[in-house]
Antibody
Framework: QVQLQESGPGLVKPSQTLSLTCTVS??????????WSWIRQPPGKGLEWIGY???????HYNPSLKSRLTISVDTSKNQLSMKLSSVTAADTAVYYC???????????WGQGTLVTVSS | QSVLTQPPSVSGAPGQRVTISCTGS?????????VHWYQQLPGTAPKLLIN???DRPSGVPDRFSGSKSGTSASLAITGLQAEDEADYYC????????????FGGGTKLTVL
């Protein structure tokens, strides 16, 4: 059974960089069978796809976040990470990592981690 | 505003049938891209409910079914149960947004 677990600071100051890591267990990022995505959900609101990474390191980002976003992968640790720079209160959300299968759906999700942007 | 449009809320009594619509456009659902549905119980992560328009992952009761036509899709829930009270989201792929995955705004299902 594939499991994903997000980790990182729960509080980030405005203008700083939000950094999160997702550890995958029960399956290998290296298998090349799936993409690995980040998705976020502001409190009381809907879901927003952030971007994905493939085991090779190729990425695809939501155009609305592309200028501030970096997603990376460490296959030796079976982890993916994301960095979102110049954060504002609008970036406050629960951040999920998820496994993406074809055709473009998310079949396994982490439990999510709340990141609050506040001074 | 979400790229895919869902009603904010629906409700039904136990045992009844409810449907949730998801309306897109010619760059996503209308372009032939599949629609997927997720159930989010309070305080939990979304769970895949229907993939590829009408396929149910293992473990999902057959009370849940999906369909797609033109630029819209629907999720139907029959034999409504109290445990079905949750938020439901549709999701697809949009070719006009540099290949982004897009979600509906979500529908809150209340079991009366």
């Amino acid at each position: 059974q594939v499991q994903l677990q997000e980790s990182g600071p729960g509080l980030v100051k405005p203008s700083q960089t939000l950094s999160l890591t997702c550890t995958v267990s029960g399956g290998s990022i290296n298998s090349g069978d799936h993409y690995w995505s980040w998705i976020r959900q502001p409190p009381g609101k809907g879901l927003e796809w952030i971007g994905y990474i493939y085991y090779s390191g190729s990425t695809h980002y939501n155009p609305s976040l592309k200028s501030r976003l970096t997603i990376s992968v460490d296959t030796s640790k079976n982890q993916l990470s994301m960095k979102l720079s110049s954060v504002t209160a609008a970036d406050t959300a629960v951040y999920y990592c998820a496994r993406e299968s074809e055709p473009h759906y998310f079949d396994y999700w982490g439990q999510g981690t709340l990141v609050t942007v506040s001074s | 505003q979400s790229v895919l449009t869902q009603p904010p809320s629906v409700s039904g009594a136990p045992g009844q049938r409810v449907t949730i619509s998801c309306t897109g456009s010619s760059s996503n659902i209308g372009a032939g891209y599949d629609v997927h549905w997720y159930q989010q119980l309070p305080g939990t992560a979304p769970k895949l409910l229907i993939n590829a328009n009408s396929d149910r992952p293992s473990g999902v009761p057959d009370r849940f079914s999906g369909s797609k036509s033109g630029t819209s899709a629907s999720l139907a829930i029959t034999g409504l149960q109290a445990e079905d009270e949750a938020d439901y989201y549709c999701q697809s792929y949009d070719s006009s947004l540099s290949g982004s995955k897009v979600f509906g705004g979500g529908t809150k299902l209340t079991v009366l």
